[in-house]
Nanobody, 116 residues
């Protein structure tokens, strides 16, 4: 099994919602905080939301109040609930350790497209 498997992306209208999931290998999940990152053609990959091993969360300013990161420890899964989506949220979304591992060894990501 791949260490990071993202899913849940899709095409949604502005104002809509999506919930992304990421199944993480037990080793990565147990030893690291986790984050959701995104990359669009116009931008470098950036951190969107993160949760530490202690459960503390932080968010990119532009998604505060709209996105929520959470995790299911029993299932080694991290979620990103995205509400009130905007066209500028369009990107490929990735999960990975937070802070990033070296090398990061990214998964395949999941495409989120916000368009009317």
């Amino acid at each position: 099994q791949a260490p990071l498997v993202e899913s849940g992306g899709g095409l949604v209208q502005p104002g809509g919602s999506l919930r992304l999931s990421c199944v993480v290998s037990e080793t990565i999940f147990r030893e690291n905080g986790m984050g959701w990152y995104r990359q669009s053609p116009a931008n470098e990959r950036e951190l969107v939301a993160a949760v530490t091993r202690r459960g503390l969360t932080n968010y990119k300013d532009s998604v505060k109040g709209r996105f929520t990161i959470s995790r299911d420890i029993a299932k080694n899964t991290v979620f990103l609930q995205m509400n009130n989506l905007k066209p500028e949220d369009t990107a490929v979304y990735y999960c990975n350790a937070f802070p990033l591992r070296v090398p990061p060894n990214w998964g395949q990501g999941t495409q989120v497209t916000v368009s009317s």
